[in-house]
């Protein structure tokens, strides 16, 4: 067995942890959302009351980038699993 495959096996046997992370920022999306309809209706309530709560509550953003990437390799994963059903089902 390749080491791409030892990879895939690997991380289709850890998926639920993924999903625990994608659900994990995309909960922490809900702050940075409440602060991003602060600065579009001007309000000033949560945006522009400290420059450290504005980086933070930004950055946020910058960690979907990590939820992207685990929900192609989810999808990818089960692309193969279906893939490898059916080549089964066929040779079977």
């Known amino acids: ?3 791409w495959n030892k990879f895939w096996n690997w991380y ?3 998926i639920l942890g993924s999903i625990v992370i994608i659900a994990i920022i995309q909960f922490i999306q809900v702050p940075h959302m409440v602060w ?7 309000a000033g ?3 522009r009351v400290h420059p450290v709560i ?3 509550l930004y950055g946020v953003d910058l960690i ?3 939820s992207i990437v685990n929900v192609g390799m ?4 089960l692309i193969k699993k279906r893939r490898n059903k059916k080549k089964q089902v066929k040779t079977s």
């Open 36 to 42: 991003n309809a602060d600065i579009m209706l001007e």
């Open 64 to 66: 979907e980038i990590i």
């Open 45 to 47: 309530m949560i945006s």
């Open 12 to 14: 289709e046997n850890k």
């Open 54 to 56: 504005d980086w933070f």
């Open 74 to 77: 989810i999808m990818f994963s």
């Open 1 to 3: 067995m390749n080491i």
